[in-house]
């Protein structure tokens, strides 16, 4: 018998719906709705592909298997996010930091702007 691994949601249900004027950020490849604009803790942030926000959640998400990045503040645990429509990688969560200046980060999610499209009058 096949062994499946289960994939974590960030989310609480598999596909959330939101009314038409909510600023959101969407996925660049299949238009999911991935984040609330409200969600948005800093836009001073750089992932692999460039500028990138710092979020307090997201939704419609999926998280990849946990690892140690060295990124520019230091070596952290962190977790690919993942979109739960269509599986493109749109940046990380922050498991683990690696000192106490770093703590604010854990637990929050690095969106790639190169990887989403802000939607809905910003």
């Given at each position: 018998?096949?062994?499946?691994?289960?994939?974590?949601?960030?989310?609480?249900?598999?596909?959330?719906?939101?009314?038409?004027?909510?600023?959101?950020?969407?996925?660049?490849?299949?238009?999911?709705?991935?984040?609330?604009?409200?969600?948005?803790?800093?836009?001073?942030?750089?992932?692999s592909s460039g500028?990138?926000?710092?979020?307090?959640?997201?939704?419609?998400?999926?998280?990849?298997?946990?690892?140690?990045?060295?990124?520019?503040?230091?070596?952290?645990?962190?977790?690919?996010?993942?979109?739960?429509?269509?599986?493109?990688?749109?940046?990380?969560?922050?498991?683990?930091t690696p000192t106490?200046?770093?703590?604010?980060?854990?637990?929050?999610?690095?969106?790639?702007?190169?990887?989403?499209?802000?939607?809905?009058?910003?």
């Amino acid at each position: 018998m096949p062994m499946h691994k289960e994939v974590e949601t960030c989310s609480n249900q598999d596909l959330h719906y939101l009314p038409s004027n909510q600023p959101v950020f969407s996925c660049k490849n299949c238009s999911c709705v991935i984040a609330l604009q409200d969600e948005l803790c800093s836009k001073g942030f750089t992932g692999s592909s460039g500028t990138a926000f710092l979020m307090n959640s997201t939704i419609n998400t999926n998280l990849g298997e946990k690892e140690e990045r060295k990124l520019i503040t230091g070596t952290h645990t962190c977790a690919d996010l993942l979109c739960a429509s269509c599986g493109t990688s749109l940046g990380w969560k922050y498991l683990k930091t690696p000192t106490a200046e770093q703590k604010y980060k854990e637990n929050r999610y690095i969106l790639e702007q190169a990887r989403v499209v802000k939607e809905n009058n910003w």
